[in-house]
């Protein structure tokens, strides 16, 4: 059964519009679309196919088994993949041609075997911690994985296909930590040289510094939040500003409506009492949805064409709206919880800003019950 009262509806046109608007301002860098997160819960492989075809030239993903996926949906481009722990099936990486991160030595020999026991070279791309301490390798043990990385090229098993780091203050353009991980960066592409590997792909920037720091577009750039069309960057700029168009738009079809009286309490623990007789309107998506429950009382929607919000706490399946006195608004009325902000409908960055949180954890989050609808996707979209 497909039928479902509420929908996220995906613009592929406003996908392909942010991957050429993204090549625009990294002129000089291929693009990256990090799809991982299932594209940002906008739809993992529709939305690869599309990026691709609007001009992105390679794919990046946390989890191996999120690039395993693009595979067998026939996804052919370049993959990089960088999240697993000791005992992954890299023989699978390895055979499908995928790209892997190497943070560690344990991560370099077992990919070795990978490669030997599969009799398939391992791409890799060394990653350096240039100031994040999340992922990467220190800079301190950097000269020794690349020794042994270079020992690993000259068996024939392992290519050096790329270094790359990641930016943790690129959204605050100002404040000093971006320009001392890029020169960081640049002693450890110049410390992989010196152990006689040449990586052809230098990658440091993602949304926020495409926007924030030229200097770190180098070979490739690594957009998430930006493909999607949301703003990296919202103390700064909009997504307008930015030249972005936000891509999914959550709705839900009101399931029912009644009229009450003024002093009526709502939703679980009454935090909200209404101020005048009014119409309310129940809508079938809850934080079981991905709707922050943060946002009780706060949500914003777009309903009967006004904007109004979440009355009262957020339940697992299910928000009421106070629609005010005189709504016309009946059963069946779909409301706009986010959209591309151009129609007066919220957008996911209101909804981050109601809910004490940033737009990646709106749309990331949103649950699998809720449809995805794709709609301008074009036929020639490939993998
Ligand atoms: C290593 C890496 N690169 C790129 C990205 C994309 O980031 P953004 O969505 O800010 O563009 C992420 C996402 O967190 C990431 O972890």
Redesign the pocket.
């Known amino acids: 059964m497909t039928y479902h009262p509420a929908r996220a509806v995906i613009d592929h046109a406003a996908i392909r519009h942010n991957v050429t608007r993204l090549r625009e301002v990294a002129p000089a860098a291929d693009v990256?679309a990090?799809v991982?997160a299932d594209a940002?819960g906008h739809g993992l492989v529709p939305v690869a196919r599309t990026a691709l075809a609007a001009g992105a030239t390679w794919l990046?993903v946390?989890q191996l088994g999120e690039a395993l996926a693009l595979r067998a949906a026939g996804v052919q481009a370049p993959l990089l993949t960088?999240l697993y722990s000791p005992g992954a099936p890299l023989g699978e990486a390895v055979e499908a041609g995928l790209d892997v991160s190497v943070s560690a030595p344990w991560a370099l020999a077992e990919l070795a075997e990978a490669a030997r026991r599969t009799g398939t070279p391992a791409r890799v791309h060394l990653k350096v911690d240039t100031g994040m301490s999340r992922?990467g390798v220190t800079p301190a043990d950097l000269p020794a994985l690349a020794r042994a990385a270079a020992a690993l090229v000259a068996e024939g098993v392992v290519d050096v296909v790329g270094v790359?780091s990641?930016l943790a203050r690129a959204d605050e353009p100002d404040e000093g930590t971006t320009g001392v991980q890029l020169a960081r960066f640049h002693d450890a592409v110049r410390a992989v040289e010196g152990a006689g590997l040449a990586p052809r792909l230098r990658h440091l920037a993602?949304?926020?510094a495409?926007f924030t720091a030229p200097a770190t577009h180098l070979d490739l750039v690594?957009?998430?939040?930006?493909?999607y069309g949301l703003s990296?960057i919202p103390d700064l700029a909009d997504a307008a500003t930015l030249g972005l168009r936000p891509a999914m738009r959550l709705e839900a079809d009101a399931i029912l409506v009644k009229d009450v009286d003024t002093a009526t309490p709502v939703s679980y623990g009454h935090t909200y009492v209404t101020d005048a007789a009014t119409r309310l309107a129940v809508l079938p998506v809850g934080y079981g949805d991905g709707i922050p429950r943060h946002a009780s009382n706060r949500g914003p929607v777009l309903l009967g064409g006004r904007r109004v919000r979440v009355a009262g706490r957020v339940c697992m399946d299910q928000v009421v709206v106070d629609l005010g006195p005189g709504s016309d608004v009946a059963a069946g009325t779909t409301a706009v919880l986010f959209g591309d902000g151009t129609d007066g409908a919220p957008t996911a960055q209101d909804w981050a800003d109601a809910a004490g949180t940033i737009s990646?954890e709106i749309v990331s989050r949103l649950g699998d019950r809720v449809p995805r609808v794709h709609v301008n996707v074009r036929e020639d979209a490939d993998g």
């Open positions: 990256m990090v991982k940002y990046g946390a960088w992922g790359w990641h993602a949304s926020s495409i690594r957009p998430g939040l930006a493909l990296p990646y």
